[in-house]
């Protein structure tokens, strides 16, 4: 069993819809929760950081971390073209160190 | 742009032959991680440097080697290729304060073995 473990996609949503992405862990162990955008041919962009549990919004972005349930969430609120990329999730449990990703979630957003 | 550079930008190399790649960090980050991503994959954990000296590693064979330099450079060094070593290769390097660091990763170096 993989340590992160996330749908691969691709997930296809037209513009405007709310996208929910997800992940779930098994090492109880990660305290830092991470998502991660990344465009074709290019290397991975931070988009958001949660420590433990709870939720954390950014513009159209929510994180949510669920630590009993080891399941963390991104949520894309009015999804635009410009939102079709790789979504990775990511986590450690001392804060960058030996960060886990997931395998990424292809998501096309269409106008 | 995160200001983290990776040279050079696509590599084809045979089998038993040796690679370098190079990393340039931001300005000021004292860390450096390693990551290789297989083709429809996550990034894995190759190793980390903390003030030039190797501050831990992922599940990778010797032959995966690196070093950091004060000038916020470094290498990523794989000799004898094989062929599952092609891949996206990521620098990203961070300032760590406390136990908390934000990650900034580089385009990486697309690797081919033939």
């Known amino acids: 069993q993989k340590e992160v473990e996330q749908d691969p996609g691709p997930l296809s949503v037209p513009e405007g819809a709310i996208v929910s992405l997800n992940c779930t862990y098994s090492n109880s162990a990660f305290q830092y929760f991470m998502w991660y955008r990344q465009y074709s041919r290019k290397g991975p962009e931070l988009l958001m950081y949660t420590y433990s549990s709870g939720n954390k919004e950014d513009g159209r972005f929510t994180a949510q971390v669920d630590k009993s349930s080891k399941y963390i969430s991104l949520f894309i609120r009015d999804s635009q073209p410009s939102d079709s990329a790789t979504y990775l999730c990511?986590?450690?449990?001392?804060?960058?160190?030996?960060?886990?990703f997931g395998a990424g979630t292809r998501l096309f957003v269409k106008a | 742009e995160t200001g983290v550079t990776q040279s050079p930008t696509h590599l084809i190399k045979t089998r038993g032959q040796q690679v370098t790649l190079r990393c340039s960090s931001q300005?000021?980050?004292?860390?450096v991680s390693w990551y290789q991503q297989a083709l429809g994959q996550g990034p894995q954990f190759i190793f980390q440097y903390y003030r030039e000296e190797e501050n831990g590693r992922g599940n990778f064979p010797p032959r995966f080697s690196g070093l950091q330099f004060p000038n916020y450079s470094s290498e990523l060094n794989v000799n004898a290729l094989e062929l599952d070593d092609s891949a996206l290769y990521l620098c990203?390097?961070?300032?760590?304060?406390?136990?908390?660091?934000?990650?900034?990763f580089g385009p990486g170096t697309r690797l081919t073995v033939l």
């Open positions: 300005s000021g980050h004292n860390t």
């Open positions: 990511a986590m450690s449990d001392t804060g960058g160190f030996k960060t886990i």
């Open positions: 990203a390097s961070s300032v760590i304060q406390g136990n908390t660091d934000t990650q900034y």
